[in-house]
């Protein structure tokens, strides 16, 4: 890949180099600026696995609950899998026509994907398939870059088909998680019309490392009038990224001992994001878990203790592809 950019380039600044002298003449200066809007919707075309949700693996999974023996199995299970790459695009590009055949643009986009389902597990009761648990999380991706890119056209004064390629350099993005779980569970001690239930909202935001990654499109432009061209392209982008920390940003927890046979409430114990800890609030992403980490050691209830409370804790990077396939529309004005 490297060599083929490499070649590229300098092929590209040869022609610049030769073809600058008569191109100056071609096209008067008052045509060589210019500035593009357009919108688009992107479809995935590299899915995979998802990444885990705190303790939850990217699964949707069906457990059955037997009262009578207190065991809970799996009827059914199956990976979550897709990509961050499906959702809406729009931009702002700043253009350069270095003659009539070779332009520079710069485009700012902002991006965001469509909410993905990554872990779901339901609990029902055997026999009359009562539901008694729940857990579901869905995360949606929310991003900024910058695009420079190199544009080839014939030329044409009509109807002009185009190619264009360059980078991707992310500058700012998160990935949202909201996670949803609500549990019944029975209360030692008691009757078994007593239960324990729980609930649970918590909203997390993972930051990315600094990556950058690939653009590619093919398209063209009509003219609409002197100095509005109306434009279609396809595009391919490619932007893997890695996880660098996450947030818990908001998080409710109430659990309430309810009789459900004359539904009086016997307690009630809440939990927000100031109760918890230092390790369960941040989280810092590493290549390695060794015996130096700050993982968890074990759980009271909903708590999750951890080596270090006190500190953030630690678990291993997770990937993402926010690149896609997709339709971009919009308008060029060629700049006075």
């Known amino acids: 890949m490297k060599r083929v950019l490499t070649s590229t380039a300098i092929a590209v600044l040869i022609f610049l180099l030769f073809d600058s002298t008569g191109s100056a003449q071609e096209r008067p200066a008052a045509n060589r600026f210019y500035l593009k809007a357009a919108g688009g919707y992107f479809f995935s075309v590299s899915p995979g696995q998802f990444p885990d949700v705190g ?11 037997d009262p009578l023996s207190g065991e809970t199995t799996t009827q059914s299970e199956k990976v979550l899998t897709g990509s961050y790459g499906e959702g809406f695009r729009g931009g702002i590009s700043f253009g350069y026509n270095f003659n009539r055949y070779v332009a520079l643009e710069a485009t700012i986009n902002y991006y965001q994907s469509r909410k993905n389902l990554m872990t779901r597990n339901i609990t029902t009761v055997e026999g009359p398939g009562t539901e008694v648990g729940r857990i579901q999380s869905d995360g949606h991706v929310k991003a900024i870059d910058i695009a420079p890119s190199i544009v080839f056209n014939p030329g044409f004064e009509g109807f002009n088909p185009y190619m264009r390629f360059g980078f991707v350099v992310p500058v700012w993005g998160r990935l949202f998680i909201e996670t949803d779980a609500n549990r019944n569970t029975p209360v030692p001690g008691q009757v078994s019309t007593v239960v324990a239930q729980t609930a649970i909202q918590r909203e997390e935001e993972i930051k990315p490392n600094p990556t950058f990654g690939f ?21 391919y982008r490619n932007v893997p990224v890695r996880s660098k920390e996450k947030d818990i940003t908001e998080y409710s927890e109430q659990t309430r001992v309810i009789n459900t046979s004359n539904g009086q409430e016997l307690n009630s114990q809440r939990r927000g994001l100031s109760d918890l800890s230092v390790a369960e609030r941040n989280t810092r992403y590493v290549e390695t878990l060794d015996q130096h980490s700050n993982t968890p050691t074990g759980t009271t209830g909903t708590v999750t203790h951890y080596k270090n409370d006190n500190a953030p804790s630690n678990d291993l990077k997770s990937y993402i592809n926010i690149g896609g396939l997709g339709l971009n529309l919009g308008i060029r004005l060629r700049l006075p």
Request: net charge negative.
């Open 55 to 65: 303790p939850y693996p990217p699964r949707d999974q069906h457990d059955v609950f």
């Open 215 to 235: 653009q590619g499109a093919l398209g063209a432009a009509y003219p609409l009038s002197a100095n509005f061209d109306l434009f279609l392209e396809a595009e």
